[in-house]
């Protein structure tokens, strides 16, 4: 069973409104969620992550949300640039331990309209 | 320059032939990791390290193999009881603090 999801495989945003990517997990023993932004043919870029005590980390235009009661997180990134066009992955860790490996969801393509 | 390297970018595996993927850290990192990503998919778990001469199973291990006989080091071979090899292999490090883990370009492996 996935315990990461991200229900929407694609999102189109224009240039300078606010993107919003979202993901749901069902274990609550996962005690830090982050977010990689990935291109084509590359590894995954670290953008920001937030721990399971915190409802929001800020890093510039990237602001992550935590709602733990809904079991729900949400990357907003404002104002969307060109750039952003990629694929975004939520991923989880502590299932076992902080290094046991992250658990990713199968990724949303954030595409940045002109 | 710190950072994760992958060899080869590509790879061509035949029937029956063992591979193996590299992957280099100079980030000073304790733990390492594997991950296999298909078409459309998420990233998964195939092995980690938290310290060297130590190794555990992630979530799909079989048909691979690893070793961490040095801390900068974490190669993992594809064996040939691997029957749908052909993905794109990620590897990556972290500080066994956050979760946060840093990953390199990847490898892409194809079967003949």
């Known amino acids: 069973d996935q315990q990461v999801k991200q229900n929407s495989p694609s999102l189109s945003v224009q240039e300078g409104r606010i993107s919003i990517l979202n993901c749901d997990y069902t274990?609550?023993?996962?005690?830090?969620f982050l977010w990689y932004k990935k291109y084509p043919a590359e590894g995954p870029t670290f953008l920001i992550s937030?721990?399971?005590?915190?409802d929001k980390n800020e890093d510039g235009r990237f602001t992550v949300f935590l709602n733990k009661s809904a079991k729900h997180l949400s990357l907003h990134i404002v104002p969307s640039q060109p750039g952003d066009s990629a694929v975004y992955f939520c991923?989880?860790?502590?299932?076992?331990?902080?290094?046991?490996?992250?658990?990713f969801g199968k990724g949303t393509h954030l595409i940045i309209q002109p | 320059d710190g950072g994760i390297t992958q060899s080869p970018k590509y790879l061509f595996r035949k029937e029956g032939q063992n591979v193996t993927l590299s992957c280099e850290q100079n980030?000073?990192?304790?733990?390492m990791y594997w991950y296999r990503q298909d078409p459309g998919q998420g990233l998964r778990l195939i092995y980690y390290?938290?310290?060297?001469?130590?190794?555990q199973k992630g979530d799909i291990a079989e048909g691979y193999s690893v070793s961490r006989e040095k801390k900068e080091s974490f190669p993992l071979t594809v064996t040939s009881a691997q029957k749908n090899p052909t993905a794109f292999y990620l590897c990556?490090?972290?500080?066994?603090?956050?979760?946060?883990?840093?990953f390199g370009p990847g490898t892409r492996l194809l079967v003949l």
């Open positions: 990556a490090s972290g500080l066994n603090r956050d979760g946060t883990q840093y």
């Open positions: 274990n609550s023993m996962f005690d830090y």
């Open positions: 937030i721990s399971s005590i915190k």
């Open positions: 991923a989880a860790s502590g299932r076992g331990g902080g290094a046991d490996g992250l658990t």
């Open positions: 980030l000073n990192h304790d733990a």
């Open positions: 390290s938290q310290i060297v001469n130590d190794f």
